[in-house]
């Protein structure tokens, strides 16, 4: 008599597994595909290839690849943009360069680096995050900065890189005009709204969570502009953080953001949130697109706050899904990803862990959602990295995957 209640509760425990995000690739340091035996030992020799300063904080997918992008916070960066194969053997391939070995080598100059010294447009210096659009494009925010964490030198403007996924082409180079980029700046995302049927009129959003400020670009014009706005700024009582058993406090001002659903009126609202925060926001892109407008006083009333995702409700990065209405978005301080479906209200009763791990998901940093429905998030153990040392011989860096529908399954976001 027994048997059917043990039998549901046997199954209900397989769903609940199988919702959660499944381990794809896994590294205890990162190690590239270099183009000879010989490349990586001379790199090693000379410096340009330090084995533990290369951390994994960036993550995109289009078709078969997977990119990776290694900021450039220490000396000893191989390569800042990367991919690897879906289909690659074993569980911690190499990385592969993108576009070239040559793109992601960093130029020698010996002078104090006060002017650019790229090789050419396709150079990448430093990105954190990038995006592929609805046009089969690779969008990749460059600092144009090595050894952040050591001695920073600034040897190319912040400039937003556009690469042809199809080619593998160069597309654009724009720099970012100085007056739009402070000292105190740091642009480390990029988000890109694209529609396949109009691809020249893509704009992007380069949040600035140093200098508390957003900047827009537009494709079609070719030019950008900056905003600012109290919401950008971090929350004071929300700057602490505990990860990994690392305790750290940051001030981090406006960096997750997400396109969110299209309007009646097909404007969309742009959902974004300082990093240093509970608190999530939203603007309407009408409102970010009209420059005039948003850069003056009268529009301070069109940012709207959302919610709050409570204590302990950090967040490094959100993405939204067409197909469900649902954002998902880290939790660094709760090892965890959770969701809010915007067809209802944003309180603590609406929101929902997706997936939590104190072992495996510490500090994830980035995430996206692919044209599969899919979700992919990295994880990188970054606070372990910056203030303390990672241990070589335990795994550090894991990108986990998983369907969305089997994600939401059973939670306050299901649709």
């Known amino acids: 008599m027994h048997l059917l209640p043990l039998c549901f509760t046997l199954v209900l425990a397989v769903l609940i597994v199988e919702a959660k995000l499944k381990e794809k690739f896994s590294w205890k340091q990162m190690e590239f595909d270099w183009p000879n035996p010989g490349a990586e030992q001379k790199a090693i020799k000379s410096g340009q290839y330090i084995v533990e300063n290369n951390l994994p904080l960036g993550v995109e997918r289009w078709q078969n690849k997977l990119f990776i992008t290694i900021p450039r916070w220490k000396s000893g ?50 990105p954190f995050r990038v995006q592929a659009d609805a046009c089969d494009r690779l969008w990749v ?44 700046s740091f642009l480390a995302n990029i988000v890109v709204d694209s529609d396949r049927s109009e691809c020249d009129k893509a704009y992007a959003y380069l949040p600035d969570l140093g200098a508390y400020t957003l900047i827009v670009y537009s494709f079609h014009d070719n030019r950008s502009y900056r905003i600012a706005h109290h919401y950008f700024h971090f929350d004071p009582l929300q700057g602490d953080f505990n990860v990994g058993g690392v305790n750290f406090q940051w001030t981090d001002g406006i960096f997750g953001m997400t396109i969110g659903p299209t309007n009646p009126d ?16 939203k603007v309407s892109d009408y409102v970010l697109r009209n420059e005039s407008y948003v850069t003056s006083k009268e529009s301070f009333f069109e940012f709207k706050l959302v919610g709050d995702r409570g204590m302990n409700g950090q967040s490094t ?6 197909e469900t ?43 996206k959602i692919d044209t599969e429905g899919n979700l992919w998030v990295l994880s990188d153990k970054m606070p372990t990295y910056i203030y303390e040392t990672l241990d070589p011989e335990k795994i550090n860096f894991r990108v986990f995957t998983g369907k969305i529908r089997d994600l939401i399954k059973g939670t306050s976001c299901e649709v």
């Open 266 to 281: 097909h404007s969309k609202d742009i959902y974004f949130h300082p990093l240093a925060s509970t608190k999530e926001f």
């Open 141 to 184: 925010l460059d600092t144009g900065v090595i050894d952040l964490l050591g001695d920073t030198k600034q040897i190319a403007p912040n400039a937003i890189i556009i690469f042809d996924l199809k080619t593998d082409k160069l597309i654009r180079r724009y720099e970012l005009p100085k007056n739009q980029v402070k000292d105190e």
């Open 317 to 322: 990065a959100e993405v939204y899904d067409k």
């Open 77 to 126: 960066v191989a390569a800042s943009l990367n991919y690897v194969d879906l289909d690659s053997e074993g569980q911690s391939p190499k990385l592969k360069p993108y576009p070239s070995w040559e793109s992601n080598t960093i130029p020698l100059m010996p002078t104090d680096y006060t002017e650019s010294v790229l090789k050419d447009n396709s150079t990448v210096i430093s």
């Open 325 to 367: 209405g649902v954002v998902f978005y880290t939790q660094v301080n709760k090892d965890a990803i959770a969701c809010w479906n915007v067809k209802r209200p944003y309180n603590l009763d609406t929101q929902d862990l997706v997936d939590s791990n104190s072992q495996t998901l510490i500090f994830p940093n980035d995430m």
